[in-house]
């Protein structure tokens, strides 16, 4: 099992800066992904960005240029740091970690709110 906490969101205004932080702790499978995912009232949740255990990121188009996503291997620990953020920024911002070893492993941190207002 592996647990996420989740720091960091609020509110801001638009064009402002944001930074959430995810610490992963219990059975750290060494090749792994971590990464934020989002989901706005009535849509889907979809990818923000993600970052392997090898360094290699990925960004939704939305926010490139825009968020970052560093990790700190020895923490387990990501942060999608966020700037200039805009109003259709605003959504539930979710933790995810997946590995595989043997089977599929996915696990989902609680979620925090993240708020542009214009």
């Known amino acids: 099992q592996v647990q996420l906490v989740e720091s960091g969101g609020g509110l801001v205004q638009a064009g402002g800066s944001l930074r959430l932080s995810c610490a992963a702790s219990g059975t750290i499978i060494s090749a792994n992904t971590m990464g934020w995912y989002r989901q706005a009232p009535g849509k889907q949740r979809e990818l923000v960005a993600d970052i392997t255990s090898d360094g290699i990121t990925n960004y939704a188009e939305s926010v490139k240029g825009r968020f970052t996503i560093p990790r700190d291997y020895a923490r387990n620990t990501i942060t999608l740091q966020m700037n200039s953020l805009k109003p259709e920024d605003t959504a539930v911002y979710y933790c995810?970690?997946?590995?595989?070893?043997?089977?599929?492993?996915?696990?989902w941190g609680q979620g925090t709110q993240v708020t542009v207002s214009s």
């Open positions: 995810n970690f997946r590995a595989t070893y043997r089977r599929d492993y996915n696990f």
